[in-house]
């Protein structure tokens, strides 16, 4: 395959709509040196800084000094018909790019339209699952009504079904409950991130409780925002809650404050967490509040517990 005319010498640069347009006439030729993995219009990084000109820019899977001379990339490319050269860059670029996939955080969507937060994403046996608030996958008093879930699609902005309900901690109005917990079961073909919080880089480390009499600071996640709360305490007797219309009495959970306002329908399940090295710990899962005022919690252990018979 004939490649593109190269330049000796650097003369005047060219601007980054003739780089674009050099591209796009000579792809495949572009493509077709060795170990190329695709090319574009990109600034050099120099010193960690970029250069104010445009480059072109050549992302291999290995830099190699065994390619013979002819196959080599030019320092330079020669525009056609105002002479401009493109001054080339080779970066390496072996790691194979992949769409990111559901974390704790995003946000997801019953099949009765009850919106809700993944608590947390996991991985069991090759089986994709996600946890999240009972309440959200199936309605009080009807414990077996679980259907498919769906989530926003990140790149398309559409609708998507991620997979249906597995198992859920029946929520009943003749008895007092103490856990809010249910479980998805993701379809094939959707990513997952493994224990992984939405907006950090940083993994789940393990599953525990809250901490009383301690200054540690517990945030959550939704979306992109992070919301953060404090003083958790222990409530050990009943409390009405309504829960789409229905009033279902809840016990032993964890009442936080807020110390930012923001938090409302539509968070439940979101994971409460507390940063340590390497990671985060996670506390709770969130089922309840008042909006900008506090939140309920049971503990991250106790509705991991709950649900290991279904995994």
């Known amino acids: 395959m004939k490649r593109p005319p190269a330049s000796e010498l650097a003369g005047a640069p060219a601007n980054l709509r003739q780089i674009r347009r050099f591209i796009a006439d000579h792809r495949d030729r572009l493509l077709a040196y060795p170990n190329v993995r695709y090319v574009a219009a990109a600034r050099k990084i120099v010193n960690g800084k970029p250069e104010r000109d445009y480059s072109l820019t050549f992302y291999v899977g290995k830099k190699s000094e065994a390619i013979k001379p002819a196959d080599r990339i030019p320092d330079h490319f020669l525009t056609t018909p105002d002479g401009r050269t493109i001054p080339t860059d080779v970066v390496q670029d072996a790691r194979q790019a992949r769409a990111f996939g559901l ?78 917990a249910g479980l998805v079961a993701i379809n094939p073909g959707i990513p997952l991130d493994n224990l992984m919080v939405s907006g950090l880089n940083v993994p789940i480390l393990t599953f525990d409780y809250f901490r009383t009499g301690t200054n540690a600071r517990y945030f959550y996640n939704v979306g992109t925002n992070v919301f953060e709360c404090t003083l958790p305490n222990r409530v050990e007797t009943p409390v009405p809650v309504i829960v789409e219309g229905t009033e279902v009495s809840f016990s032993h959970f964890w009442r936080l404050d807020m110390v930012n306002t923001g938090n409302r329908p539509g968070h439940s399940g979101a994971l409460v967490y507390r940063h340590v090295n390497g990671g985060v710990i996670a506390c709770g899962i969130l089922f309840a509040g008042a909006q900008d005022e506090y939140i309920y919690c049971y503990s991250a252990q106790k509705a991991v517990n709950a649900l290991s018979p279904f995994f």
Do not use: C, W
Not at 117 to 134: C, D, E, M, R, W
């Open 103 to 180: 974390r704790s955080g995003h946000m997801i969507i019953s099949h009765d339209g009850e919106v809700g937060t993944v608590f947390a994403p996991s991985t069991v046996h090759g089986q994709k699952y996600l946890i999240t608030n009972a309440h959200v996958l199936l309605d009080v008093d009807e414990p077996h009504n679980l259907g498919n879930v769906t989530a926003i699609d990140q790149n398309t902005g559409q609708e998507i079904v991620i997979g249906h309900g597995k198992a859920a901690i029946p929520l009943l109005t003749t008895q007092i409950n103490k856990n809010d």
